[in-house]
């Protein structure tokens, strides 16, 4: 594929804006030869009939014997409609994988623990997050000059304070760094330095195939760049991207800087953009990356490789 300029990206992505370079759309493409299947749950456009949508992600990941669901959506009712019209059965997961704490991504909770209320879930490690969490004692400054009653747990805390968790029950499992939690699966977790998301903890989803790495992102909140950079490190060979890349306010500028990235730099091989990617970033992705952008809307099933 030839590899656009930016200037010329920005010029095509006028020419998508007047509608006059409509390109085919290919949602079933088989693009190599590992097992992969990635089932898009929850999203608030695509062409499946009998789903709702929705604004949230959520996505079935098969691979290698493996069944993930990355991520909830938004509403639990929402997700049980739609993952009755696809046949999905969650009660058969091998582990699931929450991104953040937005609601958008984990508001299907409570669904996923009416079927499954042992699965283990890796979610990001926030201090007082909603997942739970722990802390040393140390975080708090002494008073050692108080009387005991007036000193946290009279003076003596306990050396780790442990928090409660929005679903008390659930089997969570919290993720402080990038792991592999299993052969060739990886979490990439990574803070956010956005002004309107500073702080904010996201979890990224890398499995290295032959073909090198599939990632699965849900908001890219810490930046699509710097997510690919540490996928870069388990294998240079970014095989497909799947998500939202959180483009969806962001300027014509902004959005052909990120193509350019990561079409030119990274060599992303395919791109299969959701959620807040935004739909000025859709047009412009499809122009990068042409027969290789995959439409990855509601009830779409992306598969790498003949099954």
């Given at each position: 594929m030839r590899i656009r300029s930016l200037a010329?990206?920005?010029?095509?992505?006028?020419?998508?804006?007047?509608?006059?370079?409509?390109?085919?759309?290919?949602p079933h493409r088989a693009i190599g030869t590992a097992e992969l299947r990635i089932t898009i749950l929850y999203d608030a456009f695509g062409k499946a009939p009998g789903m709702k949508k929705d604004w949230g992600y959520a996505a079935l990941i098969e691979y290698d014997g493996k069944r993930?669901?990355?991520d909830t959506g938004d509403d639990p009712d929402v997700l049980a409609a739609n993952v009755?019209?696809?046949?999905v059965d969650l009660a058969r997961l091998d582990f699931v994988v929450i991104s953040h704490r937005h609601a958008d991504h984990m508001g299907g909770m409570s669904y996923l623990l009416s079927v499954n209320?042992?699965?283990?879930?890796?979610?990001?490690?926030?201090?007082?997050?909603?997942f739970g969490s722990s802390l040393p004692s140390t975080f708090y400054r002494r008073g050692e000059s108080l009387p005991a009653d007036r000193r946290y747990f009279d003076g003596v805390p306990p050396p780790i304070m442990k928090f409660g968790s929005a679903w008390p029950r659930a089997n969570f499992q919290l993720v402080d760094?990038?792991?592999?939690?299993?052969?060739?699966?990886?979490?990439?977790?990574?803070?956010?330095?956005?002004?309107?998301?500073?702080?904010?903890?996201e979890l990224s989803l890398a499995i290295k195939t032959p073909e090198g790495v599939v990632l699965v992102v849900g908001c890219a909140h810490p930046g699509i760049d710097k997510i690919v950079a540490v996928a870069a490190t388990i294998d240079q060979r970014i095989r497909l991207i799947a998500g939202g890349l959180h483009l969806v306010v962001a300027q014509d500028p902004a959005i052909a800087q990120i193509a350019a990235l990561l079409h030119d730099t990274y060599h992303v091989q395919y791109i299969a953009p959701g959620h807040c990617t935004g739909e000025p970033a859709f047009a412009a992705l499809q122009v990068a990356f042409a027969d290789h952008y995959l439409y990855a809307g509601l009830g779409t099933t992306l598969k790498l490789g003949d099954p």
């Open positions: 010329s990206l920005s010029t095509a992505i006028t020419c998508i804006a007047l509608a006059s370079c409509a390109m085919p759309v290919r993930i669901l990355f009755r019209a696809q046949h209320p042992q699965v283990k879930i890796y979610a990001p490690k926030e201090n007082f997050g909603v760094g990038t792991t592999e939690i299993a052969p060739g699966i990886h979490l990439i977790a990574l803070v956010s330095d956005k002004p309107t998301t500073l702080e904010l903890k």
